[in-house]
């Protein structure tokens, strides 16, 4: 009997572990397996694939871990360029990834011509593997204020051509209906026809509670008479990752070319001997970004001469400054990395072509965009500002001095000896002034040097800071606790604010580089048209043709439904309103609704 009991038990065994590995996918494997090496993808919801100059492009990123298919937190920076086929880029973007979550804009000016476009994306991460891994989405634009159209012209092609590539679009579009998608959430709108400038209501229900919390965006947008390319939405992107899984990953550690920019933007380079060009090994490089949150950090160069740094992902200037740190540094060199390009090349491009059949809907487009520009500064989108991270002695004990509760005196020399009681100067061997920090009131003042700050910018040489006019000076604080950056040890820091707030490196040399910095695209509350009171509203006697009606990038949803309002323009047709995210577990979420505007 027991042996029977055995074998029952081992047999049911067999059939779990048979069932389970049938059912199981390499996904969740992967999933669940420390040692596979995670990979980064990126979705991009933008609003639109066929564009007119005079329109806005918007869009919204979200980065996903490919290989747990969840939401990724491998990289804070993601990089956004629209590509033409002559493989030159119209504009690239840095977009912070914050929460797996970025978003940008762009205003496609008429200096941009007609023709085939490639809206890309990617990390740094994902340029170990190629272009072939990147967000690429097929974008036309058409610039009716040129007169040479040959790129997008086809006078051959045909009614039945076009009805074609209409019917293709719409197939592709009905792919992702509402009532075709899920249960657990839909898109609901009270009615189907709406009257011009009349109130919509939105409600995006959640069936499933935490299961539905997620990262979403919205673009309601008219539905374009003349053909155009299908959207790629996140159920299709995320059915190609999955069927991704069983090739060949790249991105492996040992094999990573460019490194993840999991803290920020990375800006690295190389010290050399000037005088025999071998690099320098254990040579402290400092980088100073100026503002009242300002930055700095120092690195120390390994046995190549390289170092990095690691930038917050926002910060107030424009401009960074790094330097070699320490007496001798003007007998050494910095050079910068520069980014590795895009292969362009590898990127492939569809053909979209027009007809003379399609000249009166280009026309009344590019007069409706006309009409919108001319009211745009009425309009106005605000940015939704975010302060740097705080500098290293932000929550320390300081003591300030504002000069303008004080004699003023002509040189920092004699404000330091008649106002700032704490700090000192002496004359070293060779006759050059060093100025000093006590610890406290009563204590023996030591030989490391105070970190000098002007407006923010690092000041190796003391010249700098005891020349400068005190006058300018607004004023001055104090902090005396010991620091240590890369092997160099100082005593209290000096920070002086002058009242211009414009103070500028003023070292020159090999050994310091002045770098503009590309700074990340601002987050943005949009503007949205609303005729709550039209007796009060100072836009009702404004022209409305809005193709646009609503774009909102940053819905956090953490209930069961969230609504969203918006108002129609006098622009009749068919409007889509898509929304498209991600649930905090990584899963797709792409719904669509067809509303009409009737005159």
């Known amino acids: 009997m027991m042996n029977k009991l055995v074998i029952v038990v081992y047999f049911l065994i067999l059939v779990c572990v048979s069932v389970e590995g049938q059912n199981g996918s390499k996904s969740d494997f992967m999933r669940n397996d420390p040692n596979v090496p995670d990979s980064e993808s990126v979705f991009v919801h933008h609003n639109a694939t066929l564009f007119f100059t005079g329109e806005y492009l918007f869009y919204k990123v979200y980065s996903i871990n490919s290989t747990k298919h969840t939401l990724s937190k491998l990289s804070k920076i993601a990089y956004v360029e629209l590509v033409s086929e002559h493989r030159k880029s119209v504009f690239k973007h840095k977009i912070a990834i914050n929460n797996s979550q970025g978003q940008g804009d762009f205003f496609i000016p008429n200096s941009v011509s007609s023709g085939n476009y490639k809206l890309i994306a990617y990390t740094q991460r994902m340029k170990n593997i190629g272009a072939s891994s990147f967000f690429q989405a097929d974008i036309s634009i058409i610039n009716p204020y040129r007169g040479n159209q040959s790129s997008i012209v086809d006078s051959e092609m045909n009614e039945s051509a076009i009805s074609e590539i209409t019917t293709s679009e719409n197939n592709a579009r009905a792919i992702t209906k509402e009532e075709d998608s899920y249960s657990e959430f839909k898109l609901l709108v009270a009615e189907q026809k709406f009257k011009k400038r009349t109130e919509v209501n939105v409600t995006f229900k959640n069936f499933i509670k935490e299961r539905g919390f997620g990262h979403y965006s919205l673009s309601v947008r ?7 390319f299908p959207k790629d939405n996140s159920v299709d992107f995320d059915t190609r990752i999955r069927g991704n899984d069983n090739k060949t990953n790249k991105d492996m550690p040992g094999n990573i070319k460019y490194p993840s ?3 920020g933007s990375i800006i690295s380079g190389k010290v050399f001997r000037k005088d025999t060009n071998v690099p320098a090994n254990d040579q402290n490089v400092a980088i100073s ?24 992902t926002f910060y107030q200037s424009d401009i960074a400054t790094l330097q070699v740190v320490g007496d001798t ?11 590795a390009p895009i292969a362009y090349d590898e990127i492939s491009f569809a053909s979209f072509t027009i007809t003379p059949s399609l000249e009166s809907a280009i026309v009344e487009r590019s007069i409706n965009n006309q009409i919108e520009n001319a009211y745009f500064s009425i309009k106005p989108d605000t940015l939704r500002s975010k302060l740097p991270e705080k500098p290293f002695m932000f929550y320390e004990k300081k003591l300030r001095y504002d000069l303008d509760d004080y004699t003023r005196f002509g040189t920092m020399e004699e404000v330091f000896r008649e106002i700032v009681k ?3 100067t002496i004359t070293d061997a060779n006759g050059k ?3 000093r920090v006590f610890e406290n009131k009563f204590s023996t003042p030591t030989q490391n040097p105070p970190l000098l700050f002007i407006d923010g910018v690092f000041v190796q040489d003391p010249d700098d800071l005891l020349t400068y006019n005190a006058r300018k000076v607004k004023n001055i604080t104090v902090v005396r606790n010991k620091y240590q950056f890369g092997s160099k040890d100082y005593q209290g820091v000096i920070l002086i604010e002058t009242i211009a707030g414009d103070y500028k490196n003023q070292q020159s040399g090999d050994f310091v580089e002045d770098l503009t910095l590309f ?15 039209p007796t009060e509203s100072t836009t009702r006697r404004i022209p409305d043709v809005r193709t646009q009606l609503f774009w909102e990038p940053d819905i956090d949803l953490s209930d ?13 047709g068919d409007y889509e309103i898509s929304l498209e995210g991600f649930t905090r577990e990584g899963r797709p979420v792409s719904l669509r609704k067809v509303i009409t505007v009737v005159d």
């Open 329 to 339: 540094r003007e007998d050494y060199k910095i050079e910068l990395n520069s980014p």
């Open 261 to 263: 920019e999991s803290k």
């Open 519 to 533: 700074k990340p695209e601002p987050r943005k509350k949009y503007y949205q048209q609303k005729y709550e009171k």
């Open 433 to 435: 002034l060093k100025i």
């Open 222 to 228: 008219k539905m374009d008479a003349i053909p155009n």
């Open 560 to 572: 069961g439904e969230i609504n969203f309002k918006f108002y129609t323009s006098d622009n009749p």
């Open 422 to 424: 704490l700090v000192w």
């Open 289 to 312: 970004i100026s503002g009242q949150y300002f930055f700095f950090k120092v690195a120390t160069t390994n046995k190549r001469g390289a170092f990095s740094f690691s930038l917050d």
